[in-house]
């Protein structure tokens, strides 16, 4: 009984953001009773190339993969300021390029190999949070770069370059707010890998690089999911199954009942009365901050139905990306990964996430709003 006790304590607090995502999904099935509209919550593709992605990554750990390539970081960028700020804009352009969620879980490992084998925990946090915020900010300049873009350059129909245009300011500005933090909080110490040198096995990493570019192409829509994930878990079964085994499933059930939370939410007529009428007072301000409560990509979905004025609404819910850890999906991708690390640190990591990711949120809002206002 004891040991059973202890396990169910483990699973509870190393999953306990799947834990809090399912209790807030099924408060919201008593106001919203499952029905046929629940099919349209989920985003099959977006938990497609986030499986096929756990996965690959699984596969190139195994070959050590990962631990090369911080070796090699570490020697190219020697001090642990300029580790760090490549870590993070690494980060930050993949996020442009293969979606925020993707970059993260592809450069959230990377992260932790470097910092851990040169001795540098004492930075861990602060680069995970920085990841953090560059993957939810960089991915604003492009359509594709996060979920909630490709949703309103969609509906709305926005030419690529106006788009652009619109989200090129504070851009620009987390450009400028993302350095300073590194060179601010990471001193410039020399950096040495400590670990042993170890060489990734050719063939398999090979292998794993084409289903990791077969992954960006699932993700750029070039090939259907449904065909894309079929192969690359197929492969994987036959190549490596303990990659498969790996895969952190409850991250994937976490995005599931988020899904179910988010989509009740948006049904529940108070809540669309209530964002309504915010809406009509500040559509930059209001998108922002709803993203804090309900996520950004709900949060577009459920405001692009009382505003045609897209400008302001596409900033609001991008800057929203920052704040609490459950205003982007992707944050929870970041916070599952450090506490899969770093079992109880949790509250630790929370405190240093909310103090960077409000600082920005503040910034970023105020400056977007004195311009609007001075437009």
């Known amino acids: ?10 699973f509870a607090r190393k999953n306990i953001v799947m834990l809090i995502a399912f209790t807030l999904a099924l408060v919201t099935c008593f106001f919203i009773p499952p029905d046929k509209n629940y099919q349209g919550y989920f985003d099959l593709r977006t938990l497609s190339c986030l499986l096929a992605t756990l996965a690959i ?5 195994n070959v050590n993969f990962f631990y090369f390539l911080a070796e090699k970081t570490v020697k190219v960028f020697k001090t642990a ?3 760090v700020i490549a870590l993070v804009f690494i980060t930050f352009i993949g996020s442009m390029l293969i ?3 993707m970059a993260l879980l592809t450069f959230l490992p990377l992260g932790y190999i470097v910092l851990t084998n040169a001795k540098k925990e004492k930075y861990m946090i ?3 949070v920085m990841q953090n915020i560059a993957a939810n900010l960089g991915g604003m300049l492009t359509p594709f770069g996060n979920p909630q873009n490709l949703y309103l350059y969609s509906k709305f129909d926005i030419p690529t370059l106006e788009f652009m245009k619109i989200m090129i300011i504070p851009f620009a500005i987390s450009i400028l707010l993302i350095t300073a933090c590194c060179f601010i909080f990471v001193k410039k110490e020399p950096l040495a890998f400590e670990g042993e040198t170890v060489r990734p096995e050719p063939k398999r990493s090979i292998l794993y690089l084409i289903l990791f570019v077969l992954s960006i192409v699932m993700v750029f829509r070039a090939i259907p999911y449904w065909i ?7 492969v994987l079964l036959i190549v490596d199954r303990k990659a498969l085994l790996a895969v952190d499933y409850p991250l994937l059930f976490t995005f599931v009942f988020f899904f179910i939370f988010a989509g009740n939410m948006a049904r529940i007529e108070p809540v669309r009365t209530f964002f309504s009428n915010l809406l009509n007072l500040n559509t930059l301000l209001f998108s922002a901050l709803s993203c804090q409560i309900i996520s950004n990509v709900p949060s577009a979905i459920l405001l692009s139905q009382f505003t045609d004025n897209y400008a302001p609404l596409l900033i609001g819910v991008n800057i929203g990306g920052v704040g609490t850890v459950i205003s982007s999906l992707a944050s929870l991708i970041t916070f599952r990964e450090y506490c899969a690390h770093n079992a109880g640190k949790g509250g630790k990591y929370l405190a240093v ?3 960077f990711n409000f600082s920005f949120l503040i910034i970023l809002t105020g400056v977007m709003l004195l311009l609007g206002s001075l437009v």
């Open 1 to 10: 009984m004891n040991t059973f006790l202890e396990k169910t304590g483990r």
């Open 57 to 61: 990554v699984c596969a190139l750990k």
């Open 81 to 83: 300021r300029a580790s």
């Open 99 to 101: 979606a925020n969620d």
């Open 126 to 128: 602060f680069t995970f």
């Open 228 to 234: 894309g994930l079929p192969i690359i878990l197929i």
């Open 353 to 355: 996430f909310s103090a």
